[in-house]
């Protein structure tokens, strides 16, 4: 089955790459997968509501997304250290560095990684020439693009608790959680066009890849 080839071949891809090396990926599980805290149509919930600007949907939902996962990545940051992740790696992907606004690359440890990208969002959200809150204000040129940014970091977050902190997530009780959000954020990103596939694609698909990847 499609399912089997994918876990044998990311066994195959994982091991040795990375310490987390169970046999089963239990995110994989059909009874991990299957729950959610909500049955809500998801669909519904991303799309573009009848009447509503689309940049102002796409900020409040930004808004509402980063407080989630920041909320949800502080709930498991006891367990993400440098020792246990010395990089910021999602499926086979290790990534080493953080590219700073001056363009250097900053070599970090994933909690380090997602402090960094926990900051930019919320100094980008905060900026009120980026994500206008007053009356009048326009969205600057460029804005989906800064969307966009925000969250392929916000997807990675999520990915690196899935690919390194599943099991914690599962003995405290929050993969219904997990799941919900990774799926309102896919289907929202889906939705808005908000992730490129090659983005998303080492979670989803069937095939590894190694291509570069850019961390900003
Ligand atoms: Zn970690």
Redesign the pocket.
């Known amino acids: 089955t499609p399912t089997a080839c994918r876990k044998t071949h990311i066994q195959y891809k994982h091991r040795g790459i990375n310490n987390n090396n169970q046999e089963e990926r239990p995110y994989l599980q059909q009874q991990y997968v299957c729950q959610r805290i909500t049955h809500t149509d998801m669909f519904a919930l991303t799309a573009l509501p009848p009447g509503v600007d689309k940049a102002e949907w796409l900020a409040s939902n930004t808004v509402a997304f980063f407080k989630h996962i920041n909320l949800f990545s502080s709930a498991l940051s006891e367990?993400?250290t440098p020792s246990?992740?010395p990089t910021a790696s999602w499926m086979y992907f290790p990534v080493y560095f953080w590219t700073d606004d001056h363009g250097r690359k900053l070599k970090c440890s994933?909690?380090l990684y997602f402090d960094y990208a926990m900051s930019y969002i919320q100094d980008l959200l905060t900026d009120e020439d980026v994500f206008p809150t007053k009356a009048g204000s326009v969205f600057p040129t460029g804005f989906v693009f800064l969307v966009q940014k925000v969250f392929l970091l916000l997807f990675r977050t999520l990915a690196?608790i899935y690919w390194?902190?599943y099991r914690e997530t599962l003995a405290m009780g929050l993969h219904p959680h997990l799941n919900t959000l990774f799926t309102h954020l896919t289907l929202f990103c889906r939705q808005h066009a908000l992730l490129e596939p090659e983005d998303t694609e080492p979670l989803c698909c069937t095939k590894g890849r190694h291509t570069h990847h850019k961390n900003t």
Do not use: G, N, Q, V
């Open positions: 367990f993400c246990t992740c994933a909690p690196h390194s902190h």
